[in-house]
């Protein structure tokens, strides 16, 4: 199974600043790999697969790089609304698929 | 617009089974996979199962093959969990995500809000 680790846990910012994210994999899953946004009592969304491609609707301020084992998703300029958490997801080598254990992105 | 509506959660017994249901619509159903995905309460979130679209291809997670079964009825647009002998660590809200493709991809695009299974004596 992959182990997804993800880093920091809780990165504190303010809006308007910078946000990366990172998220490494155990073993390499190439460029499969997704990013899903979570607020409070709502369902996860994504946000970008592939690395790279960002899903249907996502606005250009979020961007995913990387391949192989090591991965960073990155808010160009926090809005309010981007508050929340972030879970990273690999489908190189599944099953199982696996999920990170998220990274907070709060208020600071 | 997608919609995913779980239904079918609920308090149930170590042991005991739960069958959950979600009903689709907004988009072509049957050329879709579907999974389920699970979040105990406070932690992150964990792949269940998926099927293809055609539901002759399904996989599961190591923590539930062999006493979950996901199934679908194209005719009616609904992808359900049979949840047998459940445990307390079964406990958690699962969603009901879309897939990207007809065959699995694991690129879930929409998803549910989710219901809330409790497994408690």
């Known amino acids: 199974e992959i182990v997804l680790t993800q880093s920091p846990a809780t990165l504190s910012l303010s809006p308007g600043e910078r946000a990366t994210l990172s998220c490494r994999a155990s073993q390499t899953v190439n460029i499969y790999l997704a990013w899903y946004q979570q607020k409070p009592g709502q369902a996860p969304r994504l946000l970008i697969y592939d690395a790279s491609k960002r899903a249907s609707g996502i606005p250009a301020r979020f961007s995913g790089s990387g391949s192989g084992t090591d991965f960073t998703l990155t808010i160009s300029s926090l809005e309010p609304e981007d508050f929340a958490v972030y879970y990273c997801q690999q489908r190189a080598n599944w099953p199982p698929v696996t999920f990170g254990g998220g990274t907070k992105v709060e208020i600071k | 617009e997608v919609q995913l509506l779980e239904s079918g959660g609920g308090l149930e017994q170590p042991g005991g089974s739960l069958r959950l249901s979600c009903a689709a619509s907004g988009f072509t159903f049957n050329t879709y996979a579907m999974a389920w995905v699970r979040q105990p309460p406070g932690k992150g979130l964990e792949w269940v199962s998926s099927i293809s679209g055609s539901g002759d291809r399904t996989s599961y997670g190591d923590s539930v093959k062999g006493r979950f079964t996901i199934s679908r009825d194209n005719s009616r647009n609904t992808v359900s969990l049979q949840m047998n002998s459940l445990r307390a660590e079964d406990t958690a809200v699962y969603y009901c995500?879309?897939?990207?493709?007809?065959?699995?991809?694991?690129?879930?695009?929409?998803w549910g809000q989710g219901t809330l299974v409790t497994v408690s004596s």
């Open positions: 995500a879309k897939d990207f493709q007809s065959l699995v991809t694991a690129i879930l695009d929409f």
